[in-house]
């Protein structure tokens, strides 16, 4: 079987290359049943790590010490998420983003519309939507993330595959080492403090910058506003958060960025529309997981021995595992794959298909459950339950997702969601029932 030859009815979509179609032919084309495969697999898995967040004070996200329990099975269900899960779903979702984004851009341009205008549009909107879910409902939005990102990436719409690869590793690298020269300076200042008769006021700003990330007063404050009542939540993101979305950019978009140019490479090489053979799969992911997962390891026990020192787990969540949290993610991608061959014909492989063509859905659908779980205005479990008790609320969302998204798509051509956003970025009413 050759490499560019779809290898399972489940693989629908053809490639436009230069042909012009009708909007009308355009819109009836079959879709990439992979990549909404992957995306379904990737908006339930990173629930596993945003679970945390909406639960607990934010920085029990990356470092266990500062809240959420510390006996066996919080810091055993802490070390598989950072191991298997942390980052990676992320990784996986930006992956598709790109891909996706790629993806529409060709649609447009196959019936002659302006793809960079469609591409535009569509971002405008994600960005407005991902302003509405981070100071209205949750938080950890990445939607606006998504759209800057989008804006930004334009640059690599109409470049082949080994162009995006050479793109993804120098935003990638540049990313590292912004990053690495960060948390080296954070590793210096906390030997320095620590050195007999170091100067006062290094050991101030030491002990300033460990406040900010395991003081328990700041747990303490979160708990408070996020058990009280919705407006002051609201109220609190608006005056203290209130460049929050745009700093997200400057945190995590050249990441971001990089991890999209690696979901547009893979889209064109076929890797993520199915058109690689099985083994060529196994051994990507055989590959991936060797280089990956070892310094990953590794990284967690020192995190771990630590007891969980502030600037080293910091430094490992920012900087240290970010080259081997891309390479597993590549890795985790392949196995999907592998699987979704696999069990193409499976009961539950057509609900994750559909809990990812409604993926928009279900993330935003994700944090008005979460936080109505949680929050002070809802049921008010916030700081409640120790980290292996919030994974068990996991299992019980994703049901929701594969119950309701099959049914609905079997009646309906978009998830709501999906509907509104492609009813405003065309500016029309789109044909909604099928």
């Given at each position: 079987?050759?490499?560019?030859?779809?290898?399972?009815?489940?693989y629908?979509?053809?490639?436009?290359?230069?042909e012009?179609?009708?909007?009308?032919?355009?819109?009836?084309m079959?879709?990439?049943?992979?990549?909404?495969?992957?995306?379904?697999?990737?908006?339930?898995?990173?629930?596993?790590?945003?679970c945390?967040?909406?639960?607990?004070?934010?920085?029990?996200?990356?470092?266990?010490?500062?809240y959420?329990?510390?006996?066996?099975?919080?810091?055993?269900s802490?070390?598989?998420?950072?191991?298997?899960?942390?980052?990676?779903?992320?990784?996986?979702?930006?992956?598709?983003?790109?891909?996706?984004?790629?993806?529409?851009?060709?649609?447009?341009?196959?019936?002659?519309?302006?793809?960079?205008?469609?591409?535009?549009?569509?971002?405008?909107?994600?960005?407005?939507?991902?302003?509405?879910?981070?100071?209205?409902?949750?938080?950890?939005?990445?939607?606006?993330l998504?759209?800057?990102?989008?804006?930004?990436?334009?640059?690599?719409?109409?470049k082949?595959?080994?162009?995006?690869?050479?793109?993804?590793?120098?935003?990638?690298a540049?990313?590292?080492?912004?990053?690495?020269l960060?948390?080296?300076?954070?590793?210096?200042?906390?030997?320095?403090?620590?050195?007999?008769?170091?100067?006062?006021?290094i050991?101030?700003?030491?002990?300033?910058?460990?406040?900010?990330?395991?003081?328990?007063?700041?747990?303490?404050?979160?708990?408070?506003?996020?058990?009280?009542?919705?407006?002051?939540?609201?109220?609190?993101?608006?005056?203290?958060?209130?460049?929050?979305?745009l700093?997200?950019?400057?945190?995590?978009?050249?990441?971001?960025?990089?991890?999209?140019?690696?979901?547009?490479?893979?889209?064109?090489?076929?890797?993520?529309?199915?058109?690689?053979?099985?083994?060529?799969?196994?051994?990507?992911?055989?590959?991936?997981?060797?280089?990956?997962?070892?310094?990953?390891v590794?990284?967690?026990?020192?995190?771990?021995?630590?007891?969980?020192?502030?600037?080293?787990?910091?430094?490992?969540?920012?900087?240290?595992?970010?080259?081997?949290?891309?390479?597993?993610?590549?890795?985790?991608?392949?196995?999907?794959?592998?699987?979704?061959?696999?069990?193409?014909?499976?009961?539950?492989?057509?609900?994750?298909?559909?809990?990812?063509?409604?993926a928009?859905?279900?993330?935003?659908g994700?944090?008005?459950?979460?936080?109505?779980?949680?929050?002070?205005?809802?049921?008010?479990?916030?700081?409640?339950?120790?980290?292996?008790?919030?994974?068990?609320?996991?299992?019980?969302?994703?049901?929701?997702?594969?119950?309701?998204s099959?049914?609905w798509?079997?009646?309906?051509?978009?998830?709501?969601?999906?509907?509104?956003?492609?009813?405003?970025?065309?500016?029309?009413?789109?044909?909604?029932?099928?």
């Amino acid at each position: 079987m050759s490499d560019t030859a779809p290898s399972s009815p489940i693989y629908l979509f053809p490639h436009l290359e230069n042909e012009k179609l009708s909007m009308t032919e355009i819109n009836l084309m079959p879709r990439y049943n992979s990549l909404d495969a992957i995306r379904g697999i990737a908006v339930m898995g990173i629930l596993l790590m945003n679970c945390i967040a909406f639960s607990m004070p934010v920085n029990a996200y990356f470092n266990p010490a500062v809240y959420g329990g510390t006996t066996p099975p919080d810091l055993i269900s802490w070390a598989t998420m950072t191991l298997l899960v942390d980052s990676k779903m992320r990784g996986l979702f930006s992956m598709l983003f790109g891909a996706s984004m790629l993806l529409v851009y060709e649609r447009a341009e196959g019936s002659a519309q302006n793809g960079k205008s469609v591409h535009l549009r569509r971002m405008a909107w994600l960005g407005l939507f991902g302003l509405i879910h981070f100071f209205l409902i949750w938080f950890g939005d990445i939607l606006a993330l998504y759209a800057m990102c989008g804006l930004a990436g334009m640059f690599l719409l109409n470049k082949d595959a080994n162009e995006l690869k050479r793109a993804a590793l120098w935003l990638l690298a540049v990313n590292f080492i912004i990053f690495a020269l960060m948390m080296l300076f954070m590793h210096g200042l906390q030997f320095a403090a620590a050195w007999p008769d170091a100067d006062p006021e290094i050991v101030k700003a030491y002990a300033d910058m460990v406040a900010d990330t395991a003081d328990a007063s700041h747990s303490a404050e979160e708990i408070a506003l996020y058990r009280g009542g919705y407006w002051g939540i609201v109220t609190y993101k608006i005056t203290n958060d209130t460049f929050t979305p745009l700093l997200s950019f400057f945190e995590g978009g050249l990441e971001t960025l990089g991890l999209m140019a690696i979901g547009m490479m893979f889209y064109r090489n076929g890797f993520l529309t199915g058109r690689w053979e099985q083994a060529r799969y196994l051994k990507t992911m055989k590959k991936a997981y060797l280089i990956g997962f070892p310094p990953l390891v590794l990284l967690t026990f020192w995190v771990w021995a630590s007891d969980f020192d502030p600037i080293v787990t910091l430094a490992n969540f920012i900087a240290w595992t970010a080259p081997f949290r891309v390479i597993v993610t590549i890795g985790h991608a392949a196995l999907i794959m592998l699987l979704i061959k696999k069990y193409a014909h499976a009961a539950l492989m057509p609900r994750i298909i559909a809990t990812g063509k409604a993926a928009f859905s279900n993330y935003l659908g994700t944090s008005l459950l979460m936080t109505t779980l949680f929050y002070g205005y809802g049921f008010g479990l916030f700081g409640h339950l120790s980290r292996w008790q919030v994974y068990l609320v996991v299992p019980c969302i994703w049901v929701l997702m594969l119950l309701w998204s099959k049914p609905w798509l079997d009646r309906y051509r978009y998830g709501p969601l999906e509907w509104l956003w492609r009813s405003l970025s065309r500016w029309e009413l789109q044909p909604m029932r099928r």
